[in-house]
């Protein structure tokens, strides 16, 4: 079994930056894709952004060029580097990541979630 713990979200002012974290760990072989989603009250949740092994990053339009998605394969973590946060930015997000547990199984698994809060 594979697990992922948050941390770093927090209230900041709009225009302020937050560093999400996310360490996985458990019976990990590899790690594949490594993500954040977000899901703000009301809505559903959505993929903000996403980093393959190789490093190859994907993004939703609205972060874009704000944040950053990062990972250190030695340490089973990813990141997200939050700037400019903006009052629409507040939600729960959540890390997911994909890959191969020792002894064969495929492995996907989610974090329980950090609150960010961006006041206007």
């Known amino acids: 079994q594979v697990q992922l713990v948050e941390s770093g979200g927090g209230l900041v002012q709009a225009g302020g930056s937050l560093r999400l974290s996310c360490v996985a760990s458990g019976s990990i072989f590899s790690i594949d894709a490594m993500g954040w989603h977000r899901q703000a009250p009301g809505k559903q949740r959505e993929l903000v952004a996403v980093?393959?092994?190789?490093?190859?990053?994907n993004y939703v339009d609205s972060v874009k060029g704000r944040f950053t998605i990062s990972r250190d394969n030695a340490k089973s973590t990813v990141y997200l580097q939050m700037n400019s946060l903006k009052p629409e930015d507040t939600a729960v997000y959540y890390c997911?990541?994909?890959?191969?547990?020792?002894?064969?199984?495929?492995?996907?698994?989610w974090g329980q979630g950090t609150q960010v809060t961006v006041s206007s």
């Open positions: 997911n990541a994909a890959g191969l547990e020792h002894g064969g199984p495929n492995f996907g698994s």
């Open positions: 980093i393959s092994s190789g490093g190859s990053t």
